[in-house]
């Protein structure tokens, strides 16, 4: 395990549990917004915490915390995960997983194990335009392969999107529309906001927050539009 990161509370990570979340090193993609770049780039990794170090903080934390999220970076491209995460669910805690979709050969027996409870999944982009947001190529089979597993396994899920400069209005509908048709029935917009150490300001202007809740809100069971400003139009919802 390369591990990259701890984060030892958080109350807004796994919905509804008191959790520490895990970042994991390296990832496939290589995002124009992404936050988390040392975790991402190679050149931009810090030592990683051993993963006995982990573990004896989890233990310590039973009781106090019930949740665990796994992020990164991309966890599935690490080897031995399922190993870590068969030792964090013996501890009793339930497992958020968080994933780009790129590796459902490895999600899929994770989940028939057991070893997750509740999956958070960014869709990217529209299908056709997965490359130039991703900033790679990408089987988009195994995207549409990874969201059948996560639709089908019973667990609690939701798809989000980060709405950045790069997308438009008509990508965000088109993508509702993907998802729908793919039987997805948890989808989240966050609008992107600016970080420390950004070169460039991604944020989508002002999107017509109001018509993409209307969209959101006849498509899906679970919705919401995270990261607004205004009070007002901090949406969330069921259906």
């Known amino acids: 395990m390369t591990i990259g990161g701890l984060q030892k509370f958080s109350l807004i990570d796994y919905?509804?549990?008191?959790?520490?979340?895990?970042?994991?090193?390296?990832?496939?993609?290589?995002?124009?917004?992404?936050?988390n770049r040392e975790l991402v780039c190679p050149h931009l990794f810090k030592e990683p915490i051993p993963e006995n170090e982990i573990l004896s903080f989890l233990d310590s934390r039973k009781g106090l915390l019930n949740g665990v999220v796994v992020t990164g970076g991309e966890p599935l491209l690490q080897d031995d995960l399922g190993e870590f995460l068969g030792q964090v669910k013996a501890m009793g805690y339930q497992i958020k997983l968080d994933t780009n979709g790129s590796r459902p050969d490895r999600l899929e027996p994770l989940i028939s194990k057991g070893l997750v409870d509740y999956?958070?999944?960014?869709?990217?982009a529209p299908l056709s335009r997965y490359p130039g947001v991703t900033g790679v190529e990408?089987?988009?089979e195994r995207i549409r392969r990874s969201i059948e597993v996560i639709t089908g396994s019973g667990l609690s899920y939701e798809m989000r999107t980060t709405v950045f400069s790069g997308l438009e209005m008509s990508d965000l509908l088109d993508m509702m529309m993907e998802l729908q048709s793919m039987n997805v029935e948890?989808?989240?917009l966050q609008l992107f906001?600016?970080?420390l150490?950004?070169?460039e300001d991604l944020s989508p202007g002002y999107p017509d927050i109001e018509y993409l809740y209307e969209n959101l809100l006849c498509r899906f069971l679970r919705y919401g539009i995270r990261n607004t400003n205004k009070e007002a139009y901090k949406y969330a919802g069921h259906r």
């Open 119 to 124: 999956m958070a999944m960014d869709y990217k």
């Open 186 to 188: 948890s989808y989240f």
């Open 138 to 140: 990408i089987d988009k």
């Open 15 to 35: 919905p509804g549990k008191i959790s520490a979340i895990v970042f994991m090193q390296g990832c496939n993609f290589r995002c124009a917004y992404c936050y």
């Open 193 to 195: 906001k600016p970080f």
């Open 197 to 199: 150490g950004c070169k």
